[in-house]
């Protein structure tokens, strides 16, 4: 795992609802971190719960990396979705972010497909 794979899986993780554990609290973010991490480790199947919650801490830096390339980038942006939401001190640590709004209608903005992303990088 590198930040770039990572990269990879939080865009996959953004267009496809399916990556996605159902009921995983979010604190008012669009995407809370350690739940991303999770839902990757969970994608390699075979994976128990206690190994996952081993596994986060090995892998962050990663996912902090690529997260941050994203919020550069202006496809995610740090804070929560609306005003109140926020509702751990883990999510002020840095774990969230949410989609930028599109400017058109409000909705996130679809992120380009991760191949693009990469040739981009230059």
């Known amino acids: 795992m590198n930040a770039e794979e990572a990269e990879q899986f939080v865009i996959a993780w953004l267009r496809s609802p399916d990556l996605r554990a159902p009921m995983q609290p979010s604190y008012g ?3 809370y971190l350690p739940n991303v991490i999770r839902d990757y480790l969970s994608s390699r199947g075979g994976v ?3 190994a996952i919650n081993r596994e986060i801490r090995n892998l962050s830096p990663h996912f902090y990396a690529a ?3 994203l919020c550069r980038r202006g496809i995610l942006r740090p804070g929560i979705r609306e005003y ?3 509702a751990t001190e883990d999510g002020a640590s840095g774990n969230g972010t949410r ?3 599109s400017e058109s209608s409000g909705s996130p903005s679809q992120p380009a497909d991760p191949a693009s992303l990469a040739a981009s990088r230059g």
């Open 29 to 31: 973010y669009g995407l």
């Open 48 to 50: 128990t719960q206690d």
């Open 67 to 69: 997260r941050w390339e």
């Open 84 to 86: 109140g939401q926020q």
């Open 99 to 101: 989609s930028r709004p």
